[in-house]
């Protein structure tokens, strides 16, 4: 069964950090663009980062950048959100997501496009004090 599975989301004060898990199985992450998405009450879902097989490239949405990354480790087919710096404008669901294509170049901030085949069941992470 193809699966993605996230992890790691909870109730953090304003100013901390959590770093979200997005773990595979019945399919590898090794070279197949993962990104990570949110969605707060009322709001429509948008993408807050992604990562791909080309070195370096890791786009970042401008709400988000300079405080979340995004990072892969291969061994534990596992794609991470490391998030520093909480707002509580941060809260929201977080659902990460896999491509179709597993060795596209790149990878896109829009889940719109068709893309993202394979999507986790979402995990919470609330900011507040």
């Known amino acids: 069964q193809l699966q993605l599975v996230e992890s790691g989301g909870g109730l953090v004060q304003p100013g901390g950090s959590l770093r979200l898990s997005c773990t595979a199985s019945?399919?590898?992450?090794?070279?197949?663009?993962v990104g990570w998405f949110r969605q707060a009450p009322g709001k429509e879902r948008e993408g807050v980062a992604c990562?791909?097989?080309?070195?370096?490239?890791?786009p970042v949405a401008a709400s988000v950048k300079g405080r979340f990354t995004i990072s892969k480790d291969v061994r534990k087919n596992t794609v991470y959100l490391h998030m520093n710096s909480l707002k509580p404008e941060d809260t929201g669901n977080y659902y990460c997501?896999?491509?179709?294509?597993?060795?596209?170049?790149?990878?896109?901030?829009?889940?719109?496009?068709?893309?993202?085949?394979?999507w986790g069941q979402g995990i919470q992470v609330t900011v507040s004090s």
């Open positions: 997501a896999a491509d179709w294509d597993e060795y596209a170049a790149d990878c896109t901030l829009q889940d719109d496009k068709g893309r993202y085949l394979y």
């Open positions: 019945g399919f590898t992450l090794d070279y197949r663009p």
């Open positions: 990562i791909s097989r080309t070195p370096g490239y890791r």
